[in-house]
């Protein structure tokens, strides 16, 4: 097979030579050479620093020595043994600082910057409950106050109230009235249920007349009947 040759050679040849000019590494054609006099001597590379100026402006650095009459002042000798024994006795002793040594060498260290000192019984507000504290009760008071008010306004719209007895024998009518008319539905019923439709209906007549009879009875045995306001 032919030899496999890039359509983008030339592209790829053209970028390479673009930036790329003769003699690049080569450094300049011509250099400036020094001048044979001007030759390389010994300390010409280090800093020089100014000459030492004596004086400046006419006036001498330096303060001139005071003249032989020159007397100094004599101050009063102090007696410091006398001053510190006085400082001694008048002074306050010092405070005993509290260690505490937690090994059988005898290692010690200060207690009260270890944080096992007491300090904190020492502040002005120690004991004295935080004012967002009493704040947060007193919001937490009156939060169960409010749902305590709407608990017991709620009871009050849904209070129960009592059937009376013509009441209930007039509800005891219609749930038996109820049951015989289902009931002589019921019996009324083919003995062969062979379709979907007869046998779901079936169904549903029982649990009509299951549920008829335990609402009767309820009402037969409680005198007392409660029912809510809604």
Same mark, same amino acid.
């Given at each position: 097979?032919?030899? +496999? ?8 040849? *053209?970028? $390479? ?11 300049? $054609? ?33 303060? !001139?020595?005071?003249?032989?009459? +020159? ?22 002793? #010092? ?12 290692? #010690? +260290? ?21 004012? +967002? ?24 719209? #849904? ?6 007895? %013509? ?16 009931? *002589? ?21 029982? !649990?009509?007349?299951?549920?008829? %009879? *335990?609402?009767?009875? $309820?009402?037969?045995? *409680? ?8």
């Amino acid at each position: 097979p032919l030899r +496999y040759i890039s359509k983008v050679r030339e592209l790829v040849k *053209h970028e $390479a030579e673009k930036n790329k000019s003769q003699w690049k590494a080569m450094g300049l $054609a011509k250099v400036a050479v020094s001048s044979p006099n001007d030759f390389l001597q010994k300390g010409s590379q280090e800093p020089k620093l100014p000459p030492k100026k004596k004086e400046q402006d006419g006036k001498r650095l330096l303060p !001139l020595l005071p003249p032989r009459t +020159y007397h100094p002042v004599i101050h009063i000798k102090k007696n410091f043994i006398n001053k510190n024994a006085v400082a001694v006795i008048t002074g306050e002793p #010092k405070k005993p600082r509290h260690f505490c040594v937690d090994t059988r060498q005898g290692d #010690k +260290y200060l207690l009260e910057p270890s944080g096992l000192f007491p300090k904190y019984i020492k502040k002005k507000n120690y004991g004295v409950l935080p004012k +967002y504290v009493t704040r947060r009760k007193e919001e937490m008071k009156r939060e169960e106050e409010e749902y305590q008010a709407s608990v017991l306004e709620q009871l009050k719209k #849904k209070a129960m109230k009592i059937l009376s007895e %013509e009441e209930r024998t007039d509800i005891l009518k219609a749930l038996k009235k109820k049951w015989e008319e289902i009931n *002589h539905a019921y019996q009324r019923l083919p003995i062969l249920t062979d379709t979907t439709y007869q046998r779901m209906h079936k169904e549903e007549l029982e !649990l009509k007349l299951k549920q008829l %009879e *335990h609402d009767i009875e $309820a009402i037969e045995k *409680h005198k007392s009947v409660y029912i809510a306001n809604v």
